[in-house]
Every structure is written in structure tokens, then in C-alpha cells.
């Protein structure tokens, strides 16, 4: 078990939860794009560290490109605006591209840059979660093709996500306490 963070109230995946999830995941991935090359696409920052991790578990050829956008600022809330803030370096037209996001939640975010990238004429475009909040009720604008997990409707902090660029370093996942932001 790993140690509470004194702004942690609960943590929901340990390293080792995490660890197998990246394989799964992983062989998932590998399993569809055996011969497809794709272009993996992870979007800064909170993608990096899940992206560190899938891209060694995927046993197939691929190549790797970033983008960063900016829905949340430094707040807990979605502003639902959308702002590219670091295009790609790759010309995504005729590839297979593969999307992977730290969390999707409203999936507001996701659902403007695949319909923005769609317009660049990729082979196909599919979207792999780390986490997917469950909100009661509402469905996210955008259904992922693999998902990590799926987690509450709470903000968790740790293995790339951040509260005002904090915690991104945390190895687990954990659930932010409310004390620290309200
Ligand atoms: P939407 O609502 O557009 O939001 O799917 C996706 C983006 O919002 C951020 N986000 C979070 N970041 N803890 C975080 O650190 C959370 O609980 C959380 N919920 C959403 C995240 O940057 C994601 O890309
Ligand atoms: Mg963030």
C-alpha cells in the first residue's frame, strides 16, 4: 500500500492497479494495430505519463507525437473552450491515429480535437483512456475505444494529473481533498 499524501483523501489505483491496467490496455492496442503503424497522440501535460507507459506496451511498430490543449486552466471545472495550445509535428493524413488522454470526463475536450483532426483526413482515429468519470446520468460527448478504468465523479490528482500543475509526480491515483481547492 503506498502512503497517503496529506492532500490525498483516498487513493483509488495503486501502482500495481496501474501497472496492470497499462498491460491490458497495451495488448489490446497491439492486438488491433498489429500491422497499422499508428501514430500515437498524447495530449499534454496529463497524458505524458500513461503515454510513457502504454507506448512500451504496445508490441507493434508506432510512432509518437504530442499536442496540448487547454480546457481547465488551473480549475476543477470544465470551461467546455477549447484552445490548441501545441499543434502536431506529424501529417496525420492517410495514418492510424490513436489518442491518449489522462481523463476523459464531460469529453468535451476530446470530442473538439477528434472532429479538428478528423478534417486533416487520418486513416481512423480512436480515442484510449487511462480514466473515464462515471457522472450519473450523463454520457461523455465521445465514447473511447479503450479504457484504462473507470472512475467516480470525484477530482483525482497523480500518475500525470494535476490540481494547479501539483501532483502530476504522484505514482498512484488518488482523490484530491476538497479542503485543498474549495
Ligand atoms: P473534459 O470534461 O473535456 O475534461 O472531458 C478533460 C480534461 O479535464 C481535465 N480533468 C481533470 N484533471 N483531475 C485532473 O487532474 C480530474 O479529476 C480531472 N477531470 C478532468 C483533464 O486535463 C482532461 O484532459
Ligand atoms: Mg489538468
New binding site residues.
Given amino acids: 500500500m503506498a502512503e497517503l499524501h496529506p492532500d490525498i483523501q483516498e487513493i483509488l489505483l495503486e501502482e500495481q492497479d496501474i501497472k496492470d491496467i497499462v498491460k491490458r490496455v497495451g495488448a489490446e492496442i497491439t492486438r488491433d494495430y498489429a500491422d497499422k503503424n499508428p501514430l500515437v497522440i498524447a495530449?499534454l501535460?496529463?497524458?505524458v505519463v500513461f503515454m510513457a507507459d502504454i507506448m512500451r506496451a504496445i508490441k507493434c511498430p508506432l510512432s509518437i507525437d504530442f499536442m496540448a490543449?487547454s480546457?481547465?486552466g488551473d480549475g476543477?471545472?470544465?470551461s467546455?473552450v477549447?484552445r490548441i495550445v501545441k499543434d502536431l509535428d506529424t501529417k496525420i493524413e492517410g495514418r492510424h491515429v490513436i489518442i491518449v488522454?489522462?481523463?476523459?470526463?464531460?469529453?468535451?475536450?476530446?470530442?473538439?480535437l477528434v472532429r479538428m483532426l478528423k478534417s486533416r483526413n487520418p486513416a481512423s482515429i480512436e480515442i484510449a483512456a487511462f480514466?473515464v468519470?462515471d457522472i450519473e446520468g450523463k454520457r461523455?460527448?465521445?465514447d473511447p475505444c479503450y479504457v484504462g478504468t473507470h472512475?467516480p465523479d470525484?477530482?483525482?490528482?497523480g500518475y500525470?494529473?494535476?490540481?494547479a500543475e501539483r501532483?502530476?509526480n504522484l505514482p498512484f491515483v488518488g482523490v484530491?481533498k476538497p479542503s485543498v481547492y474549495e
Avoid: H
Fill in positions: 495530449v501535460r496529463g497524458a490543449v480546457s481547465y476543477v471545472k470544465s467546455g477549447v488522454e489522462d481523463v476523459l470526463d464531460s469529453g468535451l475536450t476530446l470530442s473538439y480514466l468519470k461523455p460527448a465521445i472512475v470525484k477530482f483525482v490528482v500525470g494529473l494535476d490540481y501532483y502530476r484530491l
